[in-house]
């Protein structure tokens, strides 16, 4: 993941695009600092789980500067956003969510909220890169009452 952005870079430099290679640097440099803060390379899915927590970051501040008009800085926040999303996954829809979720919940014999952990450790484990954890939890909840 790291090699294809770092190729993004180069190929965005030669095009030209100043901003999206701004953007794209700012990115690589998030998942470097990473690999600082742990002392090593990180794999694909945490390098995702970096792309995930910058997204989100990225996602708030433009609802921030929506609600106060701040149309200027809103838009470099959703041209960010949109080229973070170029780099993940796609995420399975709701519906496959609740089909995994009620699947999970029957293999692993859960029956109660008590069991919620380990239905939701189970799909990270398994689907973590390309599902909403969020929705996950929420449909584990009301299954599982």
Known sequence: MKNIIAKDIIELMKS???RQVEITRFILSHIKNEEKE???DLNNSETIQVLKKLLKRNQES???FNKAGRDDLAHK???EIDIIQNYLPDEISEEAVIELVKHTIESCDAS???DMGKVIGTIKKSHGDNVDMSLVSKHVKILLN
């Open 16 to 18: 030209g695009k100043k």
């Open 38 to 40: 742990k002392k090593r």
């Open 62 to 64: 433009y609802e921030q």
């Open 77 to 79: 926040e959703k041209e």
């Open 112 to 114: 109660s909220l008590k």
